[in-house]
T-cell receptor
């Protein structure tokens, strides 16, 4: 199974709402990632979890809060978002993290619209 | 910081024509990865190049890593409509799994 799943596929939320994005992989990967992608742009890294510990936070605003409950699951909690946060949010996983990089497997993404 | 320049930004070809996208770095790379993202889809890993001068082929796709490990290319022979999408190169930034993506080359194929 080389699949990364994400729910929901689409999400519309107001600026005062609290919502969560979910990601799951069953490949035994020990690294998981959150990316943000705007239209016609490359994915931008937000967070990296390695062995269930947050290893990289790309200076993401605190209105985005990641969580890794176990090695297969990754959540992104959203609160008080701004309209400019509307984007495709991609989850990815890889075998691990090291200097030479492992290939990353991406989920289908959650298309988020903030109104 | 680490940056990688990818050109061209867009490429429109007639079906059957060839296509090439290029990535260039100012620093020596340990490796480079290539991903494809179909319209409305998500990035899908294609290949990783590690060795200087490496050339790898996947059917009609040919990937090259420069001798100095500062540039790479993806060449598609005789494009098909199924090749439509955006092709990204990606390079590691320090350790920890972070990838820096090129800006991508969007390929459209006219049947």
């Amino acid at each position: 199974d080389t699949e990364v799943t994400q729910t929901p596929k689409h999400l519309v939320m107001g600026m005062t709402n609290k919502k969560s994005l979910k990601c799951e992989q069953h490949m035994g990967h020990r690294a998981m990632y959150w990316y943000k992608q705007k239209a016609k742009k490359p994915p931008e890294l937000m967070f990296v979890y390695s062995y269930e510990k947050l290893s990289i936070n790309e200076s993401v605003p605190s209105r985005f809060s990641p969580e890794c409950p176990n090695s297969s699951l990754l959540n992104l909690h959203l609160h008080a978002l701004q309209p400019e946060d509307s984007a495709l949010y991609l989850c990815a996983s890889s075998q691990g993290v090291n200097r030479y990089s492992y290939e990353q497997y991406f989920g289908p993404g959650t298309r988020l619209t903030v109104t | 910081g680490q940056q990688v320049m990818q050109i061209p930004q867009y490429q429109h070809v007639q079906e059957g024509e060839d296509f090439t996208t290029y990535c260039n770095s100012s620093t020596t790379l340990s490796n480079i990865q290539w991903y494809k993202q179909r319209p409305g889809g998500h990035p899908v890993f294609l290949i990783q190049l590690v060795k200087s001068g490496e050339v790898k082929k996947q059917k009609r796709l040919t990937f090259q890593f420069g001798e100095a490990k500062k540039n790479s290319s993806l060449h598609i022979t005789a494009t098909q409509t199924t090749d439509v999408g955006t092709y990204f190169c990606a390079v590691p930034y320090n350790q920890g799994g972070k990838l820096i993506f090129g800006q991508g080359t969007e390929l459209s194929v006219k049947p």
